[in-house]
């Protein structure tokens, strides 16, 4: 069966430090990666997504950036962090087949608590 | 352009009092929806995925409904540990991704 990590649980950052994130997934291979960030009481905001190794795709416009150094690793990463940055941070997996038949389900991960102080 | 709008934002029923959730959508050629359960400090768990227009799918006392404009979550009879945000999701037309609600915060009293 497929298992999605992501760590760390929670981080506590100063703004302007740097920032990593890593997620990896199991039991399968070539997955489509996700990073999701979720404010306080809102929806899930795109941030990246992943086809395969070293292709990124970027939906909004800031400071933070994604990497897919292997498969099934999807890292993201700030150069200095910002306080508006705070927030939960999710990643998620889907299998690869075709983006014109069904939708393939999206799994999580338990997710990253990040506090920008 | 695709959207996706929950209703209601917050619901809070009495334990046993049944209600529905709803979820539309505005998308070129739905690919799906697909319904999350998500815990306070957790990430979403998925419950279910549906395809066509009529379709249903049951688990426990969740049951979800498909038209071709909107979808329900009915729950019936609901219990306290049914508290919880549910979200609802669609594929963008023609990509990888998806776009999600803002979710319906559900509170069961006892």
């Known amino acids: 069966s497929q298992t999605i990590h992501q760590w760390p649980a929670t981080l506590v950052q100063p703004v302007g430090s740097p920032l990593s994130l890593e997620c990896t997934v199991e039991?399968?291979?070539?997955?489509?990666l996700y990073w999701y960030r979720q404010a306080a009481g809102r929806g899930l905001q795109l941030l990246f997504y992943?086809?395969?190794?070293?292709?990124i795709s970027s939906e909004v416009p800031q400071n933070l950036s994604a990497s897919r150094p292997q498969d099934r690793q999807f890292i993201l990463s700030s150069k200095k962090l910002l306080l508006s940055d705070s927030g939960f941070y999710l990643c998620?997996?889907?299998?690869?087949?075709?983006?014109?038949?069904?939708?393939?389900?999206?799994?999580f991960g338990p997710g990253t608590r990040l506090t920008v102080l | 352009e695709d959207q996706v709008t929950q209703s209601p934002e917050a619901l809070r029923l009495q334990e046993g009092e049944s209600s529905s959730l709803n979820c539309s959508y505005t998308?070129?050629?739905?690919?799906?929806l697909f319904w999350y359960r998500q815990d306070p400090g957790k990430g979403p768990e998925f419950l279910f995925t549906?395809?066509?227009a009529g379709e249903e799918k049951e688990k426990e006392r969740l049951k979800a409904t498909l038209t071709k404009k909107e979808s329900f979550l009915h729950i019936t009879a609901p219990k306290p540990e049914d508290s919880a945000t549910y979200l609802c999701?669609?594929?963008?037309?023609?990509?990888?991704?998806?776009?999600f609600g803002t979710g319906t915060r559900l509170k069961v009293l006892a």
């Open positions: 999701a669609v594929p963008f037309s023609g990509t990888y991704k998806y776009i």
């Open positions: 992943s086809v395969g190794i070293g292709q």
């Open positions: 549906l395809y066509s």
């Open positions: 998620a997996w889907s299998a690869q087949t075709s983006t014109s038949g069904e939708g393939d389900t999206q799994y």
């Open positions: 998308v070129s050629g739905l690919r799906g």
């Open positions: 039991g399968t291979s070539n997955p489509n």
